[in-house]
């Protein structure tokens, strides 16, 4: 509605200089009115000037077109800060996909390592898969 103000003042201020004659006529029984004269019976009707327009009025409705624009420009801030906000929270997503991707691997390797492994070198390489899979456990719960 607020988007419609603007236009209703100009159409309030434009009025008076846009109304032309108007012409009543008659034709075969009928009425009718029309922006140009008739080409039979008929009279030109006066059109009364629209009264100029309410001072109070018009700072109303600056005021209300003052207050949509600056809606307007909120709700523009707001999108773009969501976007921000929705740009960094993918990054972040990604991030921690490829951190949790990279443990995932490292944990692969250090068990193909420990199934390699022979003697007391074994023990060394459970500790370490051990390691590793509680490192994944913390930063990749899911």
Known sequence: MLRLLPIATACIL???????????CHEGGRVTYADR????AGAELPVRAAPP???ETLARFD?????ALDIDKQRAEQN???????ERS???ALAL???????????????EDLARTRGDAKDAARIKVRRQ???LAVECPA
């Open 14 to 24: 434009c009025h008076a200089q846009a109304a032309g004659a108007i012409y009543k």
């Open 37 to 40: 004269p008739c080409p039979g």
């Open 53 to 55: 327009p309410d001072p």
């Open 63 to 67: 005021r209300a077109r003052d207050m």
């Open 80 to 86: 773009l800060r969501e976007e921000r906000d929705a």
């Open 90 to 92: 993918r990054r972040a």
């Open 97 to 111: 996909r490829k951190r949790c991707d990279k443990l995932r691997l490292q944990r692969q390797w250090l068990e």
């Open 133 to 135: 899979a509680e490192t």
